[in-house]
């Protein structure tokens, strides 16, 4: 404007900056001495360090989740003209199609890794206990990991010598059984009045043989792929440990800025629920187990430690599992002997009772608080769903579930 005097940008006897202490702005150094030379506008200087030599110009470094600004300035948005919608809408309808075609052909995967989530989830209150304890987290995990090892190595030690037992008795007595069907006279009249071997020999062609030999095979390769998708597991298990704060901290940055805090604290509740669910039945199941291997030895059932995995294996399944390793210790006793039976059913009535009135809720208590029936529903639409492995992660999602109900869906309804 006219009649306005300009300030000027150099001012002083000795030329001193009058400028402001932002990049890319004129600085102003009281008592800095020097004349202006030619381009030093705009221009950010290094800082005299104490010796009084010019160090490398600070710069603040942009965060882990903010855009470096190396590659430009985003522009602006394109216009939302009718045939640029129509192409945007066309292309998310084939990405969604894209994204079904690949959840379905990956859903076997896609389970072992749900799997592998909430093992790292569960486990990972451990490794933060081992951290407060003075251990690094690359330490912390790989003790964490090798007593999970442990844990299924010696699991398998138990259960498989006792079938590898008995079959090889039942192969060995094979004959003998034979033999004594072959002297019964009731087995001999039957067998000539439907004429089995006439069918026995009829049933053993080439036919029948190869479906054996498939048979053979296909039993192979679930025994293969089962080690496979274990082996799998464990491998992810150890990744998402590794790097589970890094997993968590990038989860929350892709939620707006404005929101973030308050997810931070609900995602944060739900892994602690979830974590300190998983331990505590994890910690039902070993004390159901020792239980079991305890009674076991004193009323003199064969195979204690493998009946005692098999309960405390079972007692992980919500609702009816301890019920189920119950039935297989009964029916053993009953194999070994009558009272032995009687005293089986009598011992797991009165620990399911002290188990689901006093073990449970003490333990249960911080971590999850479910309905009955919610847990029951729950249950059993993850066993439709996923098998044994959705009832076990079925409470827990309930769970989290029904916070998110509580502090998000049901006061958005309140405030309408």
């Given at each position: 404007?006219?009649?306005v005097?300009?300030?000027?940008l150099?001012?002083?006897?000795?030329?001193?900056?009058?400028?402001?202490?932002?990049?890319?702005?004129?600085?102003?150094?009281?008592?800095?001495?020097?004349?202006?030379?030619?381009?030093?506008?705009?221009?950010?200087?290094?800082?005299?360090?104490?010796?009084?030599?010019?160090?490398?110009?600070?710069?603040?470094?942009?965060?882990?989740?903010?855009?470096?600004?190396?590659?430009?300035?985003?522009?602006?948005?394109?216009?939302?003209?009718?045939f640029?919608?129509?192409?945007?809408g066309?292309?998310?309808?084939?990405l969604?199609?894209?994204?079904?075609?690949?959840?379905?052909?990956?859903?076997?995967?896609l389970?072992?890794?749900?799997?592998?989530?909430?093992?790292?989830?569960?486990?990972?209150?451990?490794?933060?206990?081992?951290?407060?304890?003075?251990?690094?987290?690359g330490?912390?995990?790989?003790?964490?990991?090798?007593?999970?090892?442990?844990?299924?190595?010696?699991?398998?030690?138990?259960?498989?010598?006792?079938?590898?037992?008995?079959s090889?008795?039942?192969?060995?007595?094979?004959?003998?059984?034979?033999?004594?069907?072959?002297?019964?006279?009731?087995?001999?009249?039957?067998?000539?009045?439907?004429?089995?071997?006439?069918?026995?020999?009829?049933?053993?062609?080439?036919?029948?043989?190869?479906?054996?030999?498939?048979?053979?095979?296909?039993?192979?390769?679930?025994?293969?792929?089962?080690?496979?998708?274990?082996?799998?597991?464990?491998?992810?298990?150890?990744?998402?440990?590794?790097?589970?704060?890094?997993?968590?901290?990038?989860?929350y940055?892709?939620?707006?800025r404005?929101?973030?805090?308050?997810?931070?604290?609900?995602?944060?509740?739900?892994?602690?629920?979830?974590?300190?669910?998983?331990?505590?039945?994890?910690?039902?199941?070993?004390?159901?187990?020792?239980?079991?291997?305890?009674?076991?030895?004193?009323?003199?059932?064969?195979?204690?430690?493998?009946?005692?995995?098999?309960?405390?294996?079972?007692?992980?399944?919500?609702?009816?599992?301890?019920?189920?390793?119950?039935?297989?210790?009964?029916?053993?006793?009953?194999?070994?002997?009558?009272?032995?039976?009687?005293?089986?059913?009598?011992?797991?009535?009165?620990?399911?009772?002290?188990?689901?009135?006093?073990?449970?809720?003490?333990?249960?208590?911080?971590?999850?608080?479910?309905?009955?029936?919610?847990?029951?529903?729950a249950?059993?639409?993850?066993?439709?769903?996923?098998?044994?492995?959705?009832?076990?992660?079925?409470?827990?999602?309930?769970?989290?579930?029904?916070?998110?109900?509580?502090?998000?869906?049901?006061?958005?309804?309140?405030?309408?």
């Amino acid at each position: 404007m006219a009649g306005v005097p300009r300030t000027p940008l150099l001012s002083g006897k000795n030329g001193s900056h009058a400028g402001r202490g932002t990049s890319g702005e004129v600085l102003m150094g009281e008592g800095t001495s020097g004349d202006a030379r030619p381009g030093d506008e705009g221009v950010t200087r290094p800082e005299p360090d104490a010796a009084g030599e010019g160090g490398p110009p600070t710069v603040d470094e942009p965060t882990e989740f903010e855009p470096s600004g190396r590659f430009g300035v985003p522009g602006k948005p394109l216009r939302r003209s009718p045939f640029l919608v129509g192409l945007t809408g066309a292309l998310g309808v084939l990405l969604a199609y894209t994204i079904f075609l690949g959840i379905r052909n990956s859903a076997g995967i896609l389970v072992l890794v749900v799997i592998a989530i909430f093992l790292a989830v569960g486990l990972h209150p451990a490794v933060v206990r081992l951290r407060r304890w003075g251990l690094p987290h690359g330490l912390a995990v790989a003790v964490v990991t090798l007593t999970l090892l442990l844990l299924i190595v010696g699991g398998l030690l138990a259960l498989v010598p006792p079938v590898v037992t008995q079959s090889g008795q039942f192969i060995a007595h094979l004959p003998g059984y034979v033999e004594e069907l072959r002297r019964n006279e009731t087995v001999n009249d039957l067998v000539e009045r439907y004429d089995v071997m006439e069918r026995v020999q009829e049933a053993a062609n080439a036919d029948t043989i190869g479906r054996a030999l498939g048979g053979v095979l296909g039993g192979a390769q679930l025994i293969f792929g089962t080690l496979f998708r274990a082996l799998t597991v464990l491998v992810l298990t150890i990744y998402f440990l590794a790097y589970f704060d890094k997993l968590r901290n990038l989860g929350y940055a892709l939620v707006p800025r404005s929101r973030r805090q308050r997810v931070r604290l609900i995602g944060d509740e739900i892994l602690t629920r979830v974590g300190a669910y998983m331990v505590g039945a994890l910690a039902i199941a070993v004390l159901a187990g020792a239980s079991t291997f305890v009674f076991a030895l004193a009323v003199g059932l064969p195979y204690p430690f493998a009946l005692a995995v098999v309960v405390a294996v079972t007692d992980l399944i919500p609702q009816i599992g301890a019920t189920l390793g119950a039935l297989v210790v009964s029916l053993v006793g009953f194999a070994t002997d009558l009272p032995v039976g009687v005293a089986c059913l009598v011992f797991f009535l009165v620990y399911q009772q002290v188990e689901n009135y006093l073990i449970y809720p003490k333990i249960m208590r911080r971590a999850v608080s479910v309905n009955e029936v919610a847990a029951l529903l729950a249950a059993l639409l993850g066993v439709s769903l996923l098998g044994v492995v959705g009832a076990l992660i079925a409470i827990p999602t309930v769970a989290a579930l029904q916070l998110i109900l509580r502090e998000v869906v049901l006061p958005r309804q309140e405030s309408r």
